[in-house]
C-alpha cells in the first residue's frame, strides 16, 4: 500500500463541464503522475510534478490541466470534459531512492455523456 | 516503430501450467525493467523489478532480461486462478522525470 487516495472514485458528468480528480498522498512523496487507462492503449500520461508549483506534461497532456500547491495533493482537471475523456484515471507516486519504480492509486473511473 | 510491443492476448490456460508473458522494446535508453500485475478494476501493483540482464526469481515469478535483443519476459510456475489478472511490462531510463514507459498489457486467465 503506497498510501495513495483518490477522489472521486466513480463520477459521471455532461460534456462541456468542469471536473476535478484528486489524488492525495500521505508519504511525502516529490514525484507524482496522472495516467489514463483505455482499452487498446495501455497507461499513457497525462502530467506530472517533481514538487510543489513544479509540473510537465506528459504523452496525452490536451485537455487537461494539473495544479501541485502542497506536497500531499494532485489535482487533475478537465476544464470542458468531452466524451473522449471518458477512461479510467490512475494517479502514481514514485518513492524517493528508488529509481524508475511507480506506485499506483485504485483509480477514478470518468464517465463523459 | 512503437517503443513497446506486448502481446494483448487473452491468454488461456489450466490451473499448474507455466505461463510466459513477453515484451519486446526498442528504446536503447531504457535501463530499468519492470512488471506490473492488475486485477480487475484496480490499480496496477509492482510484481517484479530489474535493472540487468539475466533472471531475477521471487516466489513462482521469474522476470527474465535480455538487452541485447531487447526483449523481456515473465514466467509463472505452478499457475493459480488467482494469477488472473493482467500484467504490463514496463521500462525506464533512470533519469529526468523518471517516466515510464508500459507495454498495453496482457489478460491472463488460469482455469481450474
Known amino acids: 500500500d503506497a498510501g495513495i487516495t483518490q477522489s472521486p472514485r466513480h463520477k459521471v458528468t455532461e460534456t462541456g463541464t468542469p471536473v476535478t480528480l484528486r489524488c492525495h498522498q500521505t508519504?511525502?512523496?516529490?514525484?507524482m503522475y496522472w495516467y489514463r487507462q483505455d482499452p487498446g492503449h495501455g497507461l499513457r500520461l497525462i502530467h506530472y510534478?517533481?514538487?510543489?508549483?513544479?509540473?510537465d506534461k506528459g504523452e496525452v497532456s490536451d485537455g487537461y490541466s494539473v495544479s501541485r500547491s502542497k506536497t500531499e495533493d494532485f489535482l487533475l482537471t478537465l476544464e470542458s470534459a468531452t466524451s473522449s475523456q471518458t477512461s479510467v484515471y490512475f494517479c502514481?507516486?514514485?518513492?524517493?531512492?528508488?529509481?524508475?519504480?511507480?506506485?499506483f492509486g485504485p483509480g477514478t473511473r470518468l464517465t463523459v455523456l | 516503430q512503437k517503443e513497446v510491443e506486448q502481446d494483448p492476448g487473452p491468454l488461456s490456460v489450466p490451473e499448474g501450467a507455466i505461463v510466459s508473458l513477453n515484451c519486446t522494446y526498442s528504446n536503447s535508453a531504457f535501463q530499468y525493467f519492470m512488471w506490473y500485475r492488475q486485477y480487475s478494476r484496480k490499480g496496477p501493483e509492482l510484481l517484479m523489478y530489474?535493472?540487468?540482464?539475466g533472471n531475477k526469481e521471487d516466489g513462482r515469478f521469474t522476470a527474465q532480461v535480455d538487452k541485447s535483443s531487447k526483449y523481456i519476459s515473465l514466467f509463472i510456475r505452478d499457475s493459480q486462478p488467482s494469477d488472473s489478472a493482467t500484467y504490463l511490462c514496463?521500462?525506464?531510463?533512470?533519469?529526468?522525470?523518471?517516466?515510464?514507459?508500459f507495454g498495453k498489457g496482457t489478460k491472463l486467465s488460469v482455469i481450474p
Open positions: 514496463a521500462w525506464g531510463s533512470g533519469a529526468g522525470s523518471y517516466q515510464l514507459t
Open positions: 530489474t535493472y540487468s540482464s
Open positions: 502514481a507516486i514514485r518513492r524517493a531512492g528508488s529509481t524508475d519504480t511507480q506506485y
Open positions: 510534478s517533481y514538487g510543489v508549483k513544479d509540473t
Open positions: 508519504e511525502n512523496h516529490r514525484y
